[in-house]
């Protein structure tokens, strides 16, 4: 028997998806200016004409190869804010080659930090919708910023304070300041 032939959709599915591996890998290790449209085609091992057609730039590019994992949807009391901001540490922790590109680049290339912005903003009002007050935006701004500044201290400093600390013991010490960051009361 022969091999079953892809649908056209699964395979454009597949396509994309392997450049956009092959462009988290480049800009992790290169940096947006440094990585070009033809370095990802060549590591992915298409035509950099099919790059252009399914991402239409470089900057479309970055910003599809480093979208992080969404902010939840729908209706979440404080407590499973929390939970949900903690539940992204592990991610955080071990970062995906797309979001140590975004680290990297956001601090020195405009286009790379304007692609942070509009992506923590999405996450940042997601979050802010969860929290009561009229400052739940800026609360919700200072739950996403203090993992990304675990993350930085983490994964670029490499703090040796953060290195072989487990996961549920971070969470554990920074669970009380981003409760109240919800606007509970802390106990």
């Keep these: 028997m022969g091999e079953r032939v892809l649908p056209r959709a699964e395979r454009r599915r597949r396509t994309e998806e392997k450049i956009l591996d092959a462009a988290r890998s480049l800009f992790g290790e290169l940096g ?3 990585a070009t449209i033809r370095g990802v085609a060549r590591r992915a091992e298409v035509d950099p004409a099919l790059v252009m057609q399914y991402f239409g730039s470089k900057q ?3 910003q599809r190869s480093v979208r992080m994992a969404p902010a939840p949807d729908g209706e979440l009391g404080p407590d499973e804010v929390v939970e949900h901001v903690l539940g992204s540490l592990g991610m955080k922790l071990e970062l995906p080659e797309g979001s140590l590109a975004m680290l990297r680049s956001m601090l020195t290339h405009p286009e790379a930090a304007e692609s942070a912005r509009q992506m923590l903003g999405g996450q ?7 929290l009561p007050g009229e400052d739940a935006r800026l609360r ?3 739950m996403t910023l203090t993992l990304l500044g675990i993350t ?3 994964q670029l400093l490499e703090m040796e304070e953060l290195r072989g600390v487990r996961q549920e013991e971070l969470a554990r010490l920074l669970r009380p300041s981003l409760r109240a960051l919800t606007g509970q009361d802390v106990p």
């Excluded at 940042?124 to 969860?130: D, Q, S």
């Design 140 to 142: 919700a701004t200072l």
């Design 32 to 34: 947006y200016e440094r």
């Design 60 to 62: 479309e590019l970055f």
């Design 124 to 130: 940042i009002g997601r979050l802010a919708e969860a």
């Design 152 to 154: 930085v201290g983490h």
